[in-house]
């Protein structure tokens, strides 16, 4: 199935995952300060050409260094905030950030793979149908939680054997998400 069979438009939403696919992941660490977000490479403009292809486009991140005592909401808010100002001033658009700071230990329904964050969206915005919506993300974590409200699912990774792994969850595969952008207006 290709991308381009789905009829994306207006009505479709698109879920992304914060760490690795907006921003540079740091290895065995946390972004806790703005001081350490870095967009990743092209990816203001990605989201300029993405809000003009989807109807909602939300963030849902674990953000377990909370729980862990490494930040508290509010810095973590000051860095939605900010993330979220300048992809709107990059021409892009980031109707909400959902995020859980549970520990992966406490089971929350909210952390991913668990679908708490999708169904705080569609609370918020009861347009999004699931079955119209994809999400992008860089861990299987993410494509479970996608799978299991009926998301189609974009993979970002060059890493064979992670996507060989991931094969029953993952629909499509990119290297980044500047790429998923430029195969959506290929359409």
Not at 12 to 30: P, Q, T
Not at 49 to 74: D, P, Y
Not at 127 to 136: C, G, T
Not at 147 to 153: A, I, L, N, Q
Request: charged share 25%; with cysteine; glycine share 8%.
């Amino acid at each position: 199935m290709n991308l381009k069979d789905l009829k994306i438009d207006k009505s479709w939403s698109l879920f992304l995952d914060r760490d690795g696919v907006i921003n540079h992941r740091i290895i065995d660490g946390y972004v806790s300060h703005w001081e350490q977000f870095q967009f990743n490479h092209s990816v203001k403009e990605a989201m300029k050409e993405l809000a003009g292809v989807f109807g909602r486009i939300v963030v849902v991140s674990n953000q377990q260094g909370i729980g862990k005592g490494l930040m508290s909401e509010s810095q973590l808010e000051t860095i939605h905030s900010r993330m979220v100002s300048e992809v709107e001033a990059a021409g892009g658009r980031i109707d909400a950030v959902f995020y859980c700071p549970a520990l992966d230990s406490e089971k929350s329904f909210n952390r991913k793979p668990n679908i708490g964050m999708a169904l705080q969206a569609r609370k918020r915005f009861p347009e999004i149908r699931f079955r119209q919506s994809l999400m992008v993300g860089d861990s299987l974590t993410d494509m479970i939680f996608g799978k299991r409200v009926g998301m189609k699912t974009v993979f970002l990774s060059s890493d064979l054997p992670h996507i060989r792994r991931g094969h029953k969850t993952i629909n499509y595969v990119f290297a980044d998400l500047p790429a998923f952008s430029r195969s959506l207006s290929l359409r």
